[in-house]
């Protein structure tokens, strides 16, 4: 909230500064929006709501708000839906903060109420395939005047994107027509079977046009305009018969303190990504360091007097000095793991990557809390009769000695094991989006 005093001692040049210069999800914000605004695709934002969108928390369609489960145009809304994930900065798609459900699906209509579509994309289709029939059908519309909406859907100030395969067969003249024949199609495919664009033309509470200046409402009355005999062209339309279309001039007040500031911003951003890169990777390393110790620490303890001295674990049979050489050559095949992308500082390689997995899992909770482990000599030798129970027990002997690392009268194919391709926990990547238009075909 600022205070309407303040209002007027604000203006886009300090929202856009200081975005940039703060970075994180702020400064991913503005270079989204920057992209947009370089195209002119969409309404130029006020300086209140250019200081929303940068500060953004939920999405301005939702608000990420619970509601109950409901039926509603032959889709059931679920749970889930109506618990979305928050967005974190602008999509530079379109230049909505919105989550991914507004997005991509029908929401529920406490939401939609008041929208013409309930999502706030939509897909205007090029071909149609039947599921039921197995066949591909032609939009006759598309058809007729392909020229005109390739014409629109390529130009820089109309934000579309297209996705899905398309059949197309080779003419004589070495250009590409739409075909539905499979056996035709299945040489030449484009991407670009339908085309995502906004749905509506919107507002926010604040009565300001948001979002792309051209929506799915728009293409027929485009079509018709650029068909008619003594029309100007595109340009004219997209500036002057677009409801509250912004002029050229306008987008200045956001692109000039970007141009502005962008530079040096990213100098600082690199070096502050260099000097935090650096911290992480230090304390990586002490990290690495720790676990090591303490894995050391756990085979110590792989001793028959050791094992056998258990009070909360015990033992199904008597430990044997193969066994323990076994399990105590299964626990120090680790492979440190300095990479920041990993989530676990050691791996294990042993040659067999569902036992390097089981290995991993084991010992996870342990290396992420080292420490308390290696203050705590008890707690060290409890988690040792741990390990070799559940070792012994879940594998096996059997399973144990045909282990490649456990390399035993030749039970084993050596070239169906891989020593080179040990388990590593990755983390899930980020769904990020990606400009399609190159995909675009006639």
Known sequence: ??????????????????????????????????????????????????????????????????????ENRGHLFDYDQCHNAKPRYVRASCGYFSCWDCMEKWRHPGISKGWTYPCVTRKWYKHFYNPTTGKYHIKQYYLQKRQVIHDI??????ATYPYGKRLLEATGDGSYAPTTDPRVGRIVKSFDRFEVMAAQYREDLAGEPIGPIFHYNEMGRCVRYLE?????????????????????????????????????????????????????????????????????????????????????????????????????KLILSYKEAPQLVLRDVLTFDTGDYSIDRFLAQLFRLA??????FLRSRSRTKRFAQFVYKTLMEDLGRNRIMMIPALYRYGRFRPGFYSFRRPFQNRPRAHREWHDTSESRML
């Not at 200081?18 to 006020?46: C, D, F, Q």
């Not at 859907?153 to 109309?158: I, Y």
């Not at 894995?295 to 007097?305: D, S």
């Open 367 to 372: 290396l992420k809390d080292a420490d308390s």
């Open 228 to 328: 008619r005999a003594g029309s100007l062209g595109l340009d004219y339309f997209l500036e002057n018969l677009l409801p509250h279309s912004p002029s050229l001039g306008s987008y200045a007040t956001f692109l000039d303190p970007f141009q502005k500031h962008i530079e040096p911003a990213c100098d600082r951003y690199q070096i502050r990504k260099e000097i935090r890169t650096n911290k992480r990777q230090l304390a990586r390393y002490n990290a690495i360091e720790t676990a090591v110790e303490l894995v050391a620490k756990i085979a110590r303890y792989m001793t028959i007097e050791d094992l056998c001295d258990c009070r909360s674990i015990r033992l199904n049979y008597m430990p044997t000095p193969d066994d323990i050489r076994a399990v105590e």
């Open 1 to 70: 909230m600022v205070n309407k005093l303040l209002r007027s001692c604000i203006n886009s040049d300090m929202v856009v500064a200081a975005s940039l210069y703060s970075g994180g999800y702020a400064m991913t914000s503005v270079i989204n929006l920057s992209e947009l605004m370089k195209r002119k695709a969409i309404y130029v934002p006020s300086t209140m709501r250019l200081l929303r969108l940068v500060n953004g928390k939920r999405c301005e369609f939702c608000m990420n708000s619970p509601i109950a489960p409901t």
């Open 153 to 158: 859907l390529s130009h820089e100030r109309v």
